[in-house]
């Protein structure tokens, strides 16, 4: 008798939480810098919820734009794999390779504000943004390889991602974020590098 109230509960946390990050993505869509307010009245909840669920707006926007480089993570659950280190390695590399993450990169530009490098709340979202999908691709990396070590696993996807930030600050540096072919080519060519380079050190 007392789940059906904690279950009720439980399923009207996950939808506020749903509808505030809609709600942020909606904003970050229409190029909106948003305030708690704004973003409660979007969401239709009260700022109260908001804190209940997020530690800042920052925290918001930082959520949203790490559901956003989801597909990468997505990418190691529907593939079938040897088991192997060398197969880890191009597990990774190939999520890297399927995510759009010029779009990522763009998404993130145009919810900071189309950033400066010496913004710091800028680069702290975009750095957050990052780890935090560091962090969830060592974790399924782990669940995926469970004869490899974990510090291993997170090495690995650590230098990738950390790596993929490094290329993303310069590609923001030449293209201002742009995401048409020429932009999209050089990135291509800057993961490339990238793979191939870790790749060399790995």
Known sequence: MTTVPIDRRAALKARHRRAILDAADALIGEG??????????????????IFNHFSSIDDVVTTVCTEMLGVAIGRFRSTVTSGERASMF?????????????????????????????????NQIFL???MRASEEMAREL????????????????????????????????VTSAATDDESRDLWCDLLERLIATVRTGY
């Open 32 to 49: 909106v810098r948003f305030s708690v307010d704004q973003l409660a009245e979007r969401a239709d909840v009260s700022r109260r919820t």
């Open 90 to 122: 191009d597990d990774v590399a190939e999520a890297l390779r399927d995510t759009d993450v010029p779009g990522v990169i763009a998404y993130l530009w145009r919810a900071l504000g189309g950033f400066a490098p010496g913004d710091p709340r800028a």
């Open 128 to 130: 957050a943004t990052f």
């Open 142 to 173: 782990a669940h995926r390889y469970p004869d490899v070590d974990p510090i291993d696993a997170a090495v690995l996807v650590s230098s990738l991602m950390n790596g993929t930030v490094v290329i993303a600050t310069h590609w923001i540096g």
